[in-house]
């Protein structure tokens, strides 16, 4: 008798664990669905350094400037694409996500170059990303969009980013429209250029 109360609350206790778990996962795999798409005001948009931000709800901030590097070491700044919507890219060649959508950022890139500028920022600065990992992973693949490097931890620093890879749609304005954090697939990327293409 007593062994299978015993039994009866183990597995209890298991059902219980299963089903917390399963709500759980539920809950987090909507969240970080990976065509998520989250539209980006005032409120939302990443922290403004240079002191311009939407005053209002609803109404668009700047997208902060930052310095990243070329591959020759020339710095580059957002700002310098001013007039041209943005699609601005964190990754790091040891995250699998990253590597998982390259390939649809590369043939959007290859598709809309002339249309959207791509910024495709290494962050460079980790102990477990260098120069030369990031470089070597995108000669191996071939990719052609433009990369820059996060040597001083600027960009990332200013746009708070934590999680790789995150993306950011800014307009031809100069401001974030919308963002992704994690793996977007191409529909995603389509969409998001969409919202700052739009007339």
Request: some cysteine; charged content about 20%.
């Amino acid at each position: 008798m007593k062994k299978n109360k015993t039994l009866l609350v183990v597995i209890l206790a298991f059902v219980l664990l299963m089903g917390g778990a399963y709500v759980l996962y539920d809950k987090l795999s909507r969240e970080m669905a990976p065509d998520q798409l989250a539209a980006q005001d005032g409120a939302q948009s990443p922290e403004n350094s240079g002191g311009e931000s939407g005053g209002e709800e609803g109404e668009k901030a700047l997208a902060p400037d930052f310095t990243v590097y070329d591959r020759d070491n020339n710095q580059v700044h957002l700002s310098d694409f001013a007039g041209k919507p943005v699609v601005l890219n964190f990754w790091a060649s040891w995250c699998g996500p990253c590597q998982s959508e390259m390939p649809d950022f590369d043939q959007a890139y290859a598709e809309m170059g002339g249309e959207v500028q791509f910024l495709m920022v290494n962050m460079t600065t980790s102990s477990r990303e260098s120069f030369e990992k990031a470089t070597a992973l995108i000669d191996q693949r071939g990719y052609s969009f433009p990369v820059f490097y996060d040597l001083d931890g600027d960009a990332a620093a200013t746009y708070g980013v934590y999680s790789l890879p995150t993306t950011y749609f800014i307009d031809a304005e100069g401001c974030g429209v919308a963002r992704a954090t994690g793996a977007i697939d191409r529909a995603t990327l389509e969409r998001g250029v969409s919202m700052i293409t739009a007339q």
